[in-house]
């Protein structure tokens, strides 16, 4: 499997009606870490994974990949990583697989525009939510 967590035990599906919106930057602390396997299935997006492990050696770097219903294309979020993504048509529709279910008391978040991490997001943001927006820097979950 080439590293690669093969479980699978949760599927949710983003809708988005505006282009321009931000959703992330999503993981879970342990002992609820999980993998993600992300595909657009309507519209695009720009989704980005930012590496949080501290013994990695792309440890804060991150990189963003388009992905597209016609191209239908997936990007892999290793377990430790931060997730997150932009919509950059109307009505995009994502859809993910994780490898575990949701757990409130692990869910966690890094500020998208985090200096810590020099994230380019290729069109300005239009919509956040209030939860999005308000995750701390890096620095302040360490």
Same mark, same amino acid.
């Given at each position: 499997?080439?590293?690669?967590?093969?479980?699978?035990?949760?599927?949710?599906?983003?809708?988005?009606?505006?282009?321009?919106t931000?959703?992330?930057?999503?993981?879970?602390?342990?002992?609820?870490?999980?993998?993600?396997?992300?595909?657009?299935?309507?519209? %695009?997006?720009?989704? /980005?994974?930012?590496?949080?492990?501290?013994?990695?050696?792309?440890?804060? &770097?991150? !990189?963003? +990949?388009?992905?597209?219903?016609?191209?239908?294309?997936?990007?892999?979020?290793?377990?430790?990583?931060?997730?997150?993504?932009?919509?950059?048509?109307?009505?995009?529709?994502?859809?993910?697989?994780?490898?575990?279910?949701?757990?409130?008391? %692990?869910?966690a978040? /890094?500020?998208?525009?985090?200096?810590?991490?020099?994230?380019?997001?290729? &069109?300005? !943001?239009? +919509?956040?939510?209030?939860?999005?927006?308000?995750?701390?820097?890096?620095?302040?979950?360490?």
């Amino acid at each position: 499997m080439h590293g690669l967590n093969p479980r699978l035990v949760q599927c949710n599906i983003s809708f988005n009606t505006k282009r321009g919106t931000l959703r992330g930057m999503h993981y879970q602390r342990a002992p609820y870490r999980e993998a993600k396997l992300v595909r657009c299935t309507r519209g %695009s997006i720009y989704d /980005v994974v930012v590496d949080l492990r501290p013994s990695s050696p792309n440890f804060k &770097e991150w !990189i963003g +990949v388009t992905l597209t219903a016609d191209e239908r294309n997936m990007l892999y979020v290793p377990e430790g990583c931060g997730h997150g993504f932009l919509t950059l048509q109307d009505e995009s529709e994502v859809f993910y697989q994780m490898s575990e279910f949701y757990d409130q008391a %692990s869910a966690a978040g /890094v500020r998208w525009n985090d200096d810590a991490f020099g994230i380019r997001w290729p &069109e300005q !943001i239009r +919509v956040i939510s209030e939860r999005d927006r308000s995750y701390p820097n890096f620095e302040q979950t360490q």
